[in-house]
Structure formats: structure tokens, C-alpha cells
């Protein structure tokens, strides 16, 4: 059963890269886990990687969190539609509330940690830390420092934005930037490898995959693609 959510709507390209993420997830962990899997999308959004996850494994039980309460009840609906039991989304503050349902056999956050500051980043790592069982996996993708489209993206590189309003015409990336309902939660803290793995590791987890893909970020905007790293880690120290 295909389900389309909100975001899917608007770039397929983007949802194709959704896809083969999906699928590496469930070659590199889902299958040798088995079925019956707790899962938890952090930063869900609309629900796309849950709804994606499920068509492949519908025995699983998926929890999806996201602090945006349109997309959660957005999510909720499609579920409510679709009579699926097997999931929830529910609207949170990660950084402010404790998540209280535990014991996930897998996290993911795709896309998340780039929105908040170092300060923040600890917190929803403590956050995971709490939850993700012993050997549990997460997987965390956000895209590279050096991405061209980043430094367009961020709010702070002004003339590069202008440079490519310009070049490009009619104000692509304000006019993504609108689309997206760009807040305070913009991309504030892009990191590299190093510091997720330094992150990570404080909290018990060490990194065992990590791959790049490159996705464009709207239909319109072909010319600049968004890089991005993936990240699988496990959970190997419950003291940490």
C-alpha cells in the first residue's frame, strides 16, 4: 500500500533518495533483527520514513515525533485513513521534554540535528541515549559543511543566497526558504563526521557505516544539489 504524504508531493526526485536510504536501512538493520522491531523516526515530519519503513516491514511497531503539530496531525490522519495500528505520531519538543516510551531497537533523525546548536545537539543525544536499547541502532543523516547549498541555505551567508537569487533568477532560495516555513529552527549547526562520531560516542555509540548521497531540494532549484552524509551507529556502553 503506497501512501503520499505532504512532502512527497513536492519533489519525487527528493523521495527517491528517501527510498534507497529506506532500503539500506532495512538491508543493514532491519533484516537482521527480524520483524517485530520498535521504531522510532525522530523528527519525523509528515511520517515518509515510517510510512516507507512500513511497506517493507508492517509487523514493526513505529513511533514518529516532531515538534511541527500541522505535520504530526497530518500523519495521524493518513494512519487514522488507513486503519494502521502498528504506529502513532506524536507532537514533542525534543530538546525541552523527555521522550517516556523506551526501548527502541531502531532511531532514525534524518535531517534533524542541522536545525539546532551544539547545546541542543546533547540533549536530543542524551534524549536517544535513554531510549535505544542495548545494540540498538540509529541512524542520523544531515548534510556536509562543505555543501554549496548549504552556504546558500544558511541564513547568515547572505551574499552567497544573493549571488544565486541572482544567477538563477526569481529568487529560488527565498522563495524555497518560504516554502518551508523557514523559523528559528533553520540550519544552525551543520557538523562533519568527526563531531557526530564524537557526539555519539560520549553517549555509548560508535559508528559502523556511513555513505553519501546527493538530492536536489525542490523542482525547481536543478542547478545546486543538497549533499548528505548517512550515519548508522550502535549502541554498545549502557553507562554512557
Known sequence: MEITTHNEEKDEI?????????DCVYRKIIKNKGKKLKVLD????????????????SQAEYIGIDFD????EYANKIVKKHNLKNMGFIHKDVVKEEIKIKNFDLIISSEVFEHFYDGEKIKIMNNISKILKLNGHL???TPTPNSFFRLAYESHCWPIRKLVNFVFNNNYIDRILNDFKYTRYHHVGVCDKKYYQKLAYRKGFVLIKTW?????????????????????????????
Do not use: Y
Not at 527528493?14 to 529506506?22: A, F, G, V, Y
Not at 503539530?69 to 504530526?72: H, L, Y
Open 212 to 240: 553519501p548521497s546527493a538530492v536536489f531540494q525542490s523542482k525547481e532549484f536543478r542547478p545546486i544539489t543538497k549533499k548528505i552524509m548517512n550515519f548508522i551507529f550502535i549502541k554498545i556502553n549502557p553507562f554512557a
Open 42 to 57: 525522530l523528527g519525523c515530519g509528515d511520517g515518509v520514513n515510517i510510512f516507507r519503513l512500513n511497506e517493507i516491514n
Open 14 to 22: 527528493w523521495w527517491k533518495e528517501i527510498e534507497k536510504r529506506i
Open 139 to 141: 541512524l542520523i543523516t
Open 69 to 72: 503539530k500541522e505535520k504530526i
